[in-house]
């Protein structure tokens, strides 16, 4: 390399803006420090670097104060203790069918009706026969009351000595026979009466009736299906519509033989159903049927409603509580109650640790009465709100947790 080329490369120091480096000064990197060991503490103490806290968990529930009169409980289903399959005594065809699932029938009401054409025919002949016969009677009748003042006119003769006796004996077999037309006649009338009635029967078998007040539940048959009392063949229906009478729901429950002393007929009882979980219903022992079923070794015991509810169906699975005395009104209402464990008493007052967003905030509530081991709670916390039970008195307001699952 030439020295021309070794100058070229020599760095210029009279050219201005070329200022040769400085070396910060040190206090910037203790600002950044302060910045982030500050942001750093706020950050525990929000809880947001802390460790979640374990905890186990319960639910305010909605409890019935006649839970703690319970002596016994039992489970079972609602029956209905008047329920028929409503058929026909003939067979025929269905030609109507005026109800279905839900309807609501009167005792007598025609619920279906079969044909009856042949029927018709044989009552309009049996009207007739009896119309026959009613004349036939009004003749004999005319006969034996011409029979009758011949015979009278005769009589009153033969005393005098005016006729014979050969024309009073004429006579007198006249009237006789009269007689015997007559009641005869009115023999044929019963008859063509009785006759007539058996019709009306026949007629009414094709019209089926409800047997009592009931709720239809299931329909058997449709217009056109063969009704008929014995199903003897596969498209034959036995029962056109089955009906329940509503008023007559009970729930049969199993109750335990070791148990079955704490029963007795006449005793209040609450009944709960699967299908509505937030409603009571008062009952009461109707019977204790007299006899156990041995494979379950249990007694089946009918409990009644006392009060009656459009809601409650046949079939449904019930849960029936034996109590030791009838429930008041005021007992009869639900109540918000908690688990004593996850009450704490802080400054004064009862607090809780309410669960919101897997952090607790501590919340103050109102207690009532003592239910059972639950305590009612009157204020602070709402029914199915879950709050942290055994509470850690390290537990701080805000601080973050951890369901434990039990």
Not at 277 to 298: E, L
């Amino acid at each position: 390399m030439s020295q021309k080329d070794l100058v070229k490369l020599t760095i210029d120091k009279s050219v201005k803006g070329i200022r040769p480096v400085r070396h910060r000064k040190p206090y910037y990197r203790i600002a950044v420090a302060v910045i982030i060991t500050a942001g750093i503490v706020s950050l525990y103490l929000c809880g947001f670097l802390t460790p979640a806290v374990p905890v186990e968990v319960v639910v305010v529930s909605r409890t019935y104060p006649s839970q703690a009169l319970a002596l016994l409980n039992a489970s079972g289903y609602v029956v209905a203790q008047r329920k028929a399959a409503v058929a026909s005594k003939v067979t025929g065809r269905l030609v109507s069918l005026v109800v279905e699932e839900g309807s609501r029938i009167k005792t007598g009401e025609i619920i279906a009706r079969l044909e009856c054409e042949d029927v018709l025919a044989l009552r309009g002949q049996a009207v007739a026969n009896l119309n026959v016969a009613r004349f036939n009677l009004q003749q004999a009748e005319a006969e034996l009351h011409d029979a009758t003042v011949s015979f009278h006119r005769e009589e009153t003769l033969l005393a005098k000595g005016v006729t014979s006796q050969a024309g009073y004996d004429t006579v007198m077999a006249r009237y006789k026979k009269a007689k015997a037309a007559v009641a005869g006649a009115k023999a044929s009338v019963r008859a063509n009466v009785a006759a007539l009635q058996v019709t009306n029967v026949s007629l009414e078998y094709t019209r089926i009736r409800a047997p009592f007040d009931a709720v239809v539940l299931t329909k058997n048959a449709d217009i056109g299906d063969i009704v008929t009392p014995i199903g003897a063949s596969a498209d034959a229906k036995a029962a056109v519509v089955t009906i329940a009478d509503m008023d007559s729901l009970q729930v049969e429950a199993d109750v335990s033989e070791s148990n079955l002393e704490l029963v007795k007929v006449g005793q209040p009882c609450e009944i709960q159903l699967d299908a509505l979980p937030g409603s009571r219903f008062r009952g009461a022992v109707h019977m204790i049927v007299p006899t156990a079923d041995r494979s379950k070794a249990t007694v089946m015991v009918k409990v009644r409603f006392l009060d009656k509810d459009s809601r409650v169906l046949p079939e449904m699975s019930a849960k029936v509580a034996f109590l030791s005395r009838p429930v008041t009104r005021e007992e009869q209402r639900p109540l918000n109650t908690l688990n004593p464990a996850a009450i704490m008493t802080r400054d004064g007052r009862h607090v809780v640790f309410l669960i919101k967003d897997n952090r607790v905030v501590q919340t103050a509530i109102t207690l009532g009465t003592q239910i059972g081991d639950m305590v009612e709670v009157l204020d602070g916390i709402k029914q199915d709100e879950k709050v942290v039970v055994k509470p850690l008195h390290k537990l701080k307001d805000g601080a973050k947790i951890k369901v434990v699952e039990k």
